[in-house]
């Protein structure tokens, strides 16, 4: 159960703003449930997947669906999720969107 969670850092808005809603959104669940979170999160920002553009089980999350018609954003909505998943890896390496 993922109980402490936090983020430091500096970054546009709109990189700032998923990473604080991430924090709130993952703190009491299992890392199997902030991984199903991850990818429906990913695939509503990306445009890509099933779940793609389905804000469904979201939540305030789904703010986030007009991200994909700004490709250029995409990376800075998902920077934090991704160093999330890393760290739910087991990954001590530098996280990139690239």
Same mark, same amino acid.
């Given at each position: ?7 430091? %850092? ?9 990473? =604080? ?6 703190? %009491? ?13 990913? =695939?509503?920002?990306? %445009? ?10 979201? %939540?305030?999350?789904?703010?986030? =669906? ?23 890896? @087991?990954?001590?390496? @530098?996280?990139?969107?690239?």
């Amino acid at each position: 159960m993922i109980r402490g969670i936090g983020f430091q %850092g500096s970054g546009c808005a709109i990189s700032r703003a998923s990473a =604080s809603m991430m924090t709130d959104s993952v703190k %009491g669940k299992t890392e199997a449930e902030a991984q199903r979170l991850f990818e429906r999160f990913h =695939s509503l920002v990306t %445009g890509e997947g099933d779940e793609a553009g389905d804000p469904v089980d979201l %939540g305030k999350l789904a703010v986030f =669906s007009g991200v994909k018609e700004f490709p250029v954003r995409v990376k800075c909505a998902t920077l934090s999720w991704h160093t999330l998943r890393a760290a739910l890896e @087991g990954k001590g390496e @530098g996280v990139s969107t690239e």
